[in-house]
């Protein structure tokens, strides 16, 4: 009886020592599925197709915001930005309105006709130029 109750003994100590140790296998397979899961969550929530939009060549007026909202595409008068415009490219044929995102870029050309290669933000309504040549 007591070789019974010995042979038990070790048998639950075997089975507990078997699962504990089971269980801590499992823990960081469970850990990094919710890091998996989380990360999947936070990169649904990316902006990515933005960031990753392919330039396109964008031929149009560099001008203010004030000027091109009133139809002057061809406007250099650089008080309107002093005032809150913001520099923007109209462009040939549909006459849109691109607010520049970095208009360093651009700042010198206002006036003229240029073509830029840009990244487009359609949500935002602006463009990142990376590139400029003036049109003759």
């Keep these: 009886m007591k070789k019974l109750i010995a042979v038990g003994g070790a ?3 075997l ?5 504990s140790s089971a269980e801590m296998q499992q823990q960081p397979q ?6 998996e899961t989380m990360s999947q969550d936070t990169m649904s929530n990316d902006k990515m ?3 990753m939009a392919k330039a396109e060549l964008l031929k149009g007026w560099v001008t203010d915001s004030e000027c091109a909202a009133h139809g002057e595409k061809q406007c250099g008068n650089k008080e309107h930005l002093t005032h809150g415009g913001k520099l923007v490219i109209v462009t040939d044929g549909d006459n849109k309105i691109w607010t520049v995102a970095n ?3 651009v700042a ?3 006036g003229h006709h240029v073509q830029v290669k840009a990244t487009k933000d359609i949500e935002k309504g602006t ?3 990376q590139y400029l040549k003036m049109v003759k």
């Design 30 to 35: 469970n850990d990094s599925m919710k890091h």
């Design 15 to 19: 089975f507990l020592t078997t699962t």
């Design 103 to 105: 208009p360093d870029r």
């Design 11 to 13: 048998l639950s100590l």
């Design 49 to 51: 197709p933005k960031e």
């Design 108 to 110: 010198e050309h206002q």
């Design 127 to 129: 463009v990142k130029v």
